[in-house]
């Protein structure tokens, strides 16, 4: 679930705003009296402040996009030479009576695959497909409904499917497409593993369609395929928690796709085209249905989506409060639209939740939809069996109402939703302008403000250029590449020198051209975005993301400019940069993670290697084969050098008390890691194995006992630390490493900021822009205590939100100037956030590079 504020009414004339009640109530009886309005809770501190344990396996899981597994489940996805049924005998999984699921009376995850056995033998309709594996390793289901297709018909669906995306003008004319093209619609099911009911109420739904032998469901089948993904997030449905095995939530994760279930979403996303989805969660009371708030994001076609998902909001309104249960005898509040019955804190504006992501695919009705009785968290804990199950069934029945109300959406509006989702797309191809929302754009939508205009400019095309000045940045290049591809956006690269927007680019650079489909999935990715702190006071999650600042390519934006005559070439896949020098000494740049992969891979073969004061690293002619494979495994360039290097790296074994984001980056670095926390601490901890301990989340200096502080502290007094945050501060501060005071920005800022970087070992080579989220400086620098990196002067923020705290302290222009990361012979303290979430790649590398020089200065040495 996403928790926002109470907030009034917008000015329509409807009935008076309701109450948005948090997850921790009973809410058996209605409130006597108006609620007192709290503080939003945007933030999931359950993931994002506590130390991670994530197990290697999953993270291995996680980091490999691409393998055999995955690219397995993508064919299976991608495959139109077949028709449907698709049926296909699951094996089963083994009884776990551990499951979190059975307490609520719920479908356990083991009890899936023979369910979807037992459906698929009701008759012809339903089909089954392995998606992919989950971070734990579980089997993801997508489980097709429509009526039977031969091969011929599937293949017909799959070329009208691609004449939408491909040749928008066209297919709008196509009488073919208007008489016979199935709807895709996706059903997307308990993507917070704690959110269970979803995945019930759609086995429920699939059993009734697989038999029905009314009209009606003959005709939806006839012209629809809905593709339910019956549980997102299996790791989370058994463990009873909201993220998965990674320790990810998974729906703030669909910028970077770090994780295997987002990217089986993803290419559900693209292989299907839903023209509308459903993502099921919980637990808002009355039964919250997007569409949103404002802001709403820039790059949508947004007067198509509006117009449809309030139309479809409405219809699933109507259905939940039809169902009959009451605050009185139920307490059950009746449903509400956060368009219409908010005015702020529950926003559409980063692409990082599946509806918003799915937006960007041709989706013109996209909804989370909150069902409304808590039953997880402390409420799981706490609550009798009986009242548990009570609340599961009355969330099992609203999930099936607002599924049901969906299809007959898509029933009543076929025509006219695959109609706009080919305007998406001719839009985008046609470099057509976008079309501010109003009450003329989008008749019978209630309260459409100038609050709700948002729209950009985009650019004839980005350019990631290739070439000598680029040769620093070719491993980051080649990576956003194969992610923009992986999304489904298109990229050229010129077979020889051009010019656009009066420059002239190299063989070899790479293109993006905005007259695609998908432009607005490319300008979102790629764009700096917008600093919106004065359009609303707080923003439920990230406000900024850049891949084109924080993913350490150079990306240019062109304004201007014909690509008729350029020489583009599409790709498929990123040219490889791998290479090593024939002769002599090797030099690797240490400015991208897959560099500080390779290293690491190489300090654990035993090889000799030295660091400039640059802060390369210098591998030594006799390792040549070595680096050769290393080169080949992580796409990485070694230079001829006659640098000799000056002081050695040795093998570094980090202890972190991290979030599971940063675990994660650390071990795509390849770093070995031993996971630490307060209570790991305090159970007794073998400092021995350790070179340097890393710290940001879940490890409080005085909630150690006194032996764990004891042994912390010899640990300290010989080692070094690097810290991120308040949490890494405050441990520096507490051992007394670092003379500096850490100033605490506004917890609720967050995003792409401006930075200026030293020329030390550490940031010489940094990009200059950095990402925040809960920012923190460092004032009272005391002897010895080197500033890396400092906020720009004026205002450091480039795109996302940080106003000033209520006391007017915490701002952007409190932070201007000062030191966002400071160092000094035995303490690296960021106050940026290098590692969110696996998400700023570009920046990764500095804390590599800290980590190297840390372990370098602990006196175990």
């Known amino acids: 679930m996403r928790i926002t504020r109470t907030v009034p009414a917008r000015p329509v004339p409807i009935a008076a705003a309701l109450a948005l009640a948090t997850a921790g109530s009973l809410l058996l009886t209605p409130p006597t009296a108006a609620a007192e309005p709290r503080p939003p809770v945007h933030r999931e501190a359950a993931l994002d402040g506590q130390a991670a344990r994530t197990p290697v396996s999953a993270a291995q899981r996680a980091l490999a996009a691409g393998a055999d597994s995955e690219a397995a489940a993508e064919a299976v996805l991608g495959d139109d030479s077949r028709g449907y049924p698709r049926r296909q005998v699951l094996a089963p999984d083994p009884e776990n009576p551990a499951d979190k699921s059975i307490k609520l009376g719920l479908t356990p995850y083991h009890a899936i695959a023979p369910k979807l056995n037992a459906l698929q033998a009701l008759g012809d309709r ?60 996706f059903l997307n099911n308990n993507i917070h593993g704690n959110e269970w009911e979803g995945t019930d109420a759609s086995l429920k739904l699939i059993e009734r369609l697989a038999a029905a032998t009314d009209g009606r469901t003959r005709d939806l089948l006839a012209h629809s395929r809905l593709y339910f993904n019956i549980t997102a997030n299996p790791d989370g449905r058994i463990a009873g928690t909201r993220a998965n095995a990674g320790g990810f939530d998974m729906n703030r994760d669909f910028v970077t796709a770090s994780q295997p279930e987002v990217r089986a979403m993803r290419r559900i996303m693209i292989d299907k085209q839903p023209a509308v ?18 802001p709403h994001g820039e790059n949508y076609e947004y007067d198509l989506f509006l117009k449809n998902t309030y139309a479809n909001a409405l219809g699933m309104e109507a259905a939940v409060n039809g169902l009959g249960y009451t605050a009185e005898k139920d307490g059950v509040e009746p449903a509400q639209i956060p368009f219409r019955d908010q005015e702020e804190g529950w926003d559409d504006w980063p692409p990082i939740f599946t509806p918003q992501y799915a937006a960007f695919h041709g989706t013109v009705a996209a909804h989370t939809v909150e069902i409304p009785l808590p039953v997880n968290n402390a409420d799981y804990e706490t609550l009798p069996v009986s009242e548990l199950r009570r609340r ?25 939703l695959i109609a706009d989702q080919i305007e998406v797309f001719r839009r985008g191809s046609a470099g057509a302008a976008q079309v501010p929302v109003s009450p003329q754009t989008v008749p019978g939508v209630p309260g459409i403000g100038p609050e709700d205009v948002y729209t950009t400019t985009f650019p004839r095309a980005y350019v990631i250029p290739a070439g000598p000045t680029a040769q620093r940045s070719a491993p980051a290049a080649a990576r956003l590449v194969d992610h923009l591809l992986a999304n489904d956006v298109r990229v050229t690269r010129a077979l020889h020198s051009f010019r656009l927007g009066g420059r002239t680019y190299a063989k070899g650079s790479y293109v993006v051209d ?167 601490l305090n159970a007794g901890f073998d400092w021995s194995k350790v070179d340097v301990l890393f710290v940001s989340a879940g490890l409080d200096h005085d909630d150690l006992s006194p032996a764990a502080r004891t042994a912390l502290d010899a640990f300290l007094d010989r080692h070094a630390l690097v810290g ?76 996302g939100h940080w106003r000033p705290s209520q006391d007017g302290s915490g701002g952007p222009s409190a932070a201007a100037g000062r030191a966002a990361v400071v160092s000094g012979p035995r303490a690296v303290l960021f106050g940026t956030e290098p590692l969110f979430r696996d998400h700023p790649k570009g920046e990764f590398a500095q804390v590599g590079r800290a980590l190297f020089g840390m372990a370098q200065a602990s006196g175990s040495r």
């Open 126 to 185: 339903v089909s089954v497909e392995v998606a992919g594996r989950s971070a734990g390793g579980h089997r993801l289901y997508l489980v097709t409904v429509t009526a039977p297709e031969s091969a011929g018909q599937a293949r017909a669906q799959a070329r009208m499917r691609e004449l939408i995306e491909n040749a928008p003008a066209t297919a709008a004319k196509s009488p073919g497409i208007k008489r016979s093209y199935k709807a895709p619609v």
């Open 392 to 416: 599961s069934a009355i969330n099992v029945d609203v999930a099936g109402a607002a599924l049901r109300a969906t299809l007959d959406f898509v029933q009543a509006r076929h025509t006219s």
């Open 724 to 799: 991120r945050g308040a949490t890494g501060a405050a441990l520096n501060a507490a051992a007394g490493l670092l003379a500096v005071k850490p100033v605490e920005g506004n917890g609720d800022a967050n995003g792409v900021v401006r930075v200026a970087n030293s020329r030390s070992a550490l940031m010489r080579g940094a990009p200059s822009h950095g990402f925040v989220y809960a920012p923190v400086w460092f004032t009272d620098l005391g002897p010895g205590v080197r500033v890396e990196q400092a906020y720009a002067t004026g205002n450091p923020l480039v795109s």
């Open 277 to 294: 989805m459903l993502d099921l969660h919980g637990y808002v009371n009355g039964t919250l249905i997007e569409p949103t708030t404002p």
């Open 514 to 680: 905005l007259r695609q489909p998908k432009r607005g999935l490319a300008n979102v990715l790629l764009a700096d975005g917008r600093d919106i702190s004065d359009k609303v006071s707080v923003m439920y999650d990230i406000s900024g993301w850049s891949l084109g600042r924080l993913w350490g390519a150079t990306v240019e934006p062109v304004t201007r400019g014909s690509l008729a005559a350029a020489p583009l070439r599409p790709v498929s896949a990123a040219t490889r940069v791998a290479y090593v020098a024939p002769r002599g000494d090797l030099r690797l740049r240490l400015d991208d993670p897959r560099e500080i992969a390779a290293v690491n891979s190489l300090l654990r073969q035993g090889v000799s290697i030295r660091r400039t004061a640059d802060g390369s690293a210098i591998v030594p002619a006799s390792a040549r084969s070595k680096a050769a494979a290393a080169a080949k495994t992580y796409d990485v360039v070694f230079d001829a050098t006659t640098a000799r290097g000056i002081t050695p790296l040795h093998r570094t074994r980090v202890a972190a008390a991290v979030t599971p984001g940063e675990l994660l980056a650390l071990r795509e670095m390849n770093f070995e890691v031993a996971p630490v926390s307060t209570a790991v």
